[in-house]
């Protein structure tokens, strides 16, 4: 039994198979999942688990070079977006359109999809390199 760390072996599993540049979302409980990407449904009820707790635990576990967020969270939801910016560290934050945004999420490896109900609260997570 693995013992720390991200126990949901769903999530596990595609974060050992992920490459450089590969994708996953992190999406509020109201972003449409294309056809194609892998849904992880974490979502309980409205808020559980929030986009911020799902986001920091696989910052937390994943290789981050980037990360995608929409343009229209800079004035929907300040709340989530201050959370990105203190959230990185060394990765760039870039800024798309929500609907440049939504397509891009047809490339993503995974969606995980969180209880979060606040607007744009979705990011897309570019994989880096450990080495």
Do not use: W
């Not at 849904?39 to 799902?54: C, H």
């Not at 070079?65 to 989530?80: D, G």
């Not at 440049?100 to 606040?118: D, H, N, P, S």
């Amino acid at each position: 039994m693995k013992k720390n760390g991200i126990l949901n072996s769903h999530i596990a599993k595609v974060l050992a198979d992920l490459g450089h540049t590969d994708t996953v979302v992190i999406a509020d409980c109201g972003l449409p999942v294309p056809e194609g990407p892998i849904k992880i449904d974490l979502a309980l009820s409205i808020g559980t688990p929030s986009f911020q707790e799902v986001t920091s635990l696989l910052l937390q576990e994943m290789a981050v070079e980037k990360i995608t967020i929409a343009n229209e969270i800079k004035k929907a939801n300040e709340r989530e977006h201050t959370f990105l910016k203190r959230a990185i560290t060394t990765q760039s934050l870039d800024y798309v359109d929500h609907e440049a945004f939504k397509e891009m999420t047809k490339q993503a490896k995974a969606v995980i999809r969180t209880g979060e109900a606040t607007p744009y609260a979705n990011c897309i997570l570019h994989a880096g390199v450990i080495f």
